[in-house]
């Protein structure tokens, strides 16, 4: 069923008594030409499970359905069902839960609903929630360690924070996070048209392909992320001073320490690369 025309998804809604819910950021893509390319760029193929996180009225799940052996589909809106399951019925190797994206163990929800007694090789594709898109990648990237990767669409101003450079405004902890964890690629800008209702922002399609290692070493994972969080959090203070209250020492010991780094005590932490900060982090832990 053409859930991609507008016309379509909106009669369907209306014969299930279905409004699209903000809360749930339920912008529904009606673009076909955009769906068709996200699913062929998803790199989704016979021989691969696709998780799909929030479904919605499956426009996006019938084309993964039709390329992926089999795809898991996880939606919090439980009255999407009935829909869901009339638009999904010509495909048999789709599965779908209602539960929050968040609560979910992904990777066993995947080997349980195929009745696999492995975690299979698998990607995610998806146009998530907006309004949960960080703790999403967080998730998919410290959480799901069998995943190959994802395709996100996000709002555009998210994606431009990820793919950022050192000095930028829009580069801090996401982006440092991001490219901790995954090579990160810029596949497709969506205006804001391409949806019902259409949202007050435009978006882009990222693709994350997680790294076998994470992309530096570091002493202490924990201290490292919570290092970045601090620093990211008091953006206009100088590093000189965001090392010396997180570690708890002086500043002329703080200094020393940065000057045998290289790093100029007075730089923020949106100039320093991901190899600074790891260094950095590791030097203070000695
Ligand atoms: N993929 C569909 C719908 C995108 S809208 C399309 O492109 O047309 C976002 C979807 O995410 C909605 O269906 C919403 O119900 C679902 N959603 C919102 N929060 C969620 C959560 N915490 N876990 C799983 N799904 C969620």
Redesign the pocket.
Known sequence: MQ??SPAV?RSLMEQYGIY??K????????DNNI?QRISELSGAHTGLYTV??????????QLLAQQSRGVLA????ET?QAPLEEVLAPYTNVRLVF??????DVEQELARQFQLDHIPEYIVC???????TTP?IFYLLEKCPHMQGATL?MQKEVAQRIIAGPGSKDYGLLTLMTSYYADTRWLLTVSRNC?YPRPEVDSAVLQFTPLPQPRVQVKDEEVFKAFLRTAFQQRRKTILNSCASFFDISKDEAQAKLEQLGIKPNQRPEELSLEEMASLVDRFLD
Do not use: C, H
Request: negative net charge; proline residues 7%; hydrophobic residues 50%.
């Open positions: 859930t991609s998804l699209p819910k809360r749930w950021g339920q912008n529904f893509l009606v769906l799909e996180i929030g479904p919605g009225m499956g426009a996006l799940t996880i939606d919090i809106d999407l539960a929050d994206i968040l609560k979910v998806a146009n998530i929630p907006y309004n949960i999403i669409m949806f």
